[in-house]
């Protein structure tokens, strides 16, 4: 069975500063891995995933993740914070040939002006 | 305009009272799931259909029913309510599991 964790439950950065949101899961196989965003109350848009290929993909909003299999890591990263990022992000790892989808537990970005 | 729709927005029930949550997309999307939000707990898949008539588990389908009888819909059915499914309920839909899934603007469920 799949799992996701994301370690980090709130990260405060200021505004400009670069950001890194951590992201392991655990599958016995190459997951589809996916971002999403949720701005507070509102539903949740998708930033970037990853199914094959490149590692390194980028997303809508200036984000990018890198995959990195040996470290069953799928971390987020943008180089320049904006106030409006404000948001919690959350991972979500799929299982190939299922409709299974196991979210992370989400990590609350606040930005300090 | 390409949107996942649900009803009601906003619901408070007493315990075993029957409800339904109606979820409706019309991007013509296959699959389709529901999920619910709890704070700190993230966002925990119910039931998933990848199809019409084809509905399963996620991880945590106790207490709930779905059907998919035509593919626009996929109502969520709690048939005795608990007030430990009081919660924040979201449908999604998507062309397949590997693309975008479009959330629906949630379900505030409040059981007594």
């Known amino acids: 069975a799949q799992s996701v964790t994301q370690p980090d439950i709130h990260i405060t950065v200021s505004e400009g500063a670069s950001l890194e949101l951590r992201c392991n899961y655990s599958y016995g196989a190459t997951p589809y891995l996916f971002w999403y965003v949720q701005s507070p109350g509102q539903g949740l848009q998708l930033l970037l995933k990853y199914f094959s290929g490149d590692t390194l993909v980028q997303g809508i909003k200036g984000f990018e993740a890198e995959f990195k299999r040996s470290q069953s890591s799928f971390n987020l990263r943008k180089p320049s914070v904006h106030w409006s990022d404000a948001a919690e992000y959350f991972c979500a790892v799929g299982a190939r040939n299922t409709g299974k989808l196991i979210f992370g537990q989400g990590t609350t970005l606040q930005v300090k002006p | 305009e390409a949107q996942v729709t649900q009803n009601p927005r906003y619901l408070i029930t007493v315990t075993g009272k029957k409800l339904t949550v109606t979820c409706s997309q019309n991007?013509?999307?296959?699959?389709m799931s529901w999920y619910r939000q709890d704070p700190g707990l993230g966002l925990r898949q119910i039931y998933y259909s990848m199809n019409v008539e084809v509905t399963d588990k996620g991880d945590v389908p106790e207490g709930y029913k779905v059907s998919r009888k035509e593919k626009r819909n996929f109502p969520l059915i709690l048939e005795s309510p608990s007030p430990n499914q009081t919660s924040l309920y979201f449908c999604?839909?998507?062309?397949?599991?590997?693309?975008?899934?479009?959330f629906g603007p949630g379900t505030r469920l409040t059981v007594l």
């Open positions: 999604a839909s998507s062309r397949n599991l590997y693309n975008e899934q479009f």
């Open positions: 991007m013509n999307h296959e699959y």
